[in-house]
Nanobody, 125 residues
Framework: QVQLVESGGGLVQAGGSLKLSCAASGSTFNINVMGWYRQAPGKQRELVATISSGGSTNYADSLKGRVTISRDNAKNTVYLQMNSLKPEDTAVYYC???????????????????WGQGTQVTVSS
């Protein structure tokens, strides 16, 4: 069981910056990947960025260069630094964690997704 709590969202003017935080608790030892996704009203949830347990990062092409994902393993926290924000970045931003779950006595595992409640980011023109 993993719990995710996002923070750092808010209102910012176009061109401004925000830094989001996601604190994980519970069975954090088996988290393989953490990431950020966003969903605007009437739109599908989309990838923003991910970071693996080994530190490998992945970014949406449309956001690459404007966002940076990072982690603090000691604090079980992942961050999303967003710069040069645009009104079209307005959305609810969700933290995601992919965990490996042991499912039988032999030690076989499967992946399971956990999601935070989301934090609102609003960018005004």
């Amino acid at each position: 069981q993993v719990q995710l709590v996002e923070s750092g969202g808010g209102l910012v003017q176009a061109g401004g910056s925000l830094k989001l935080s996601c604190a994980a608790s519970g069975s954090t030892f088996n988290i393989n990947v953490m990431g950020w996704y966003r969903q605007a009203p009437g739109k599908q949830r989309e990838l923003v960025a991910t970071i693996s347990s080994g530190g490998s990062t992945n970014y949406a092409d449309s956001l690459k260069g404007r966002v940076t994902i990072s982690r603090d393993n000691a604090k079980n926290t992942v961050y999303l630094q967003m710069n040069s924000l645009k009104p079209e970045d307005t959305a609810v931003y969700y933290c995601n964690a992919v965990v490996g779950v042991i499912v039988n006595i032999e030690g076989a595992t499967r992946e399971r997704d956990y999601w935070g409640q989301g934090t609102q980011v609003t960018v005004s023109s």
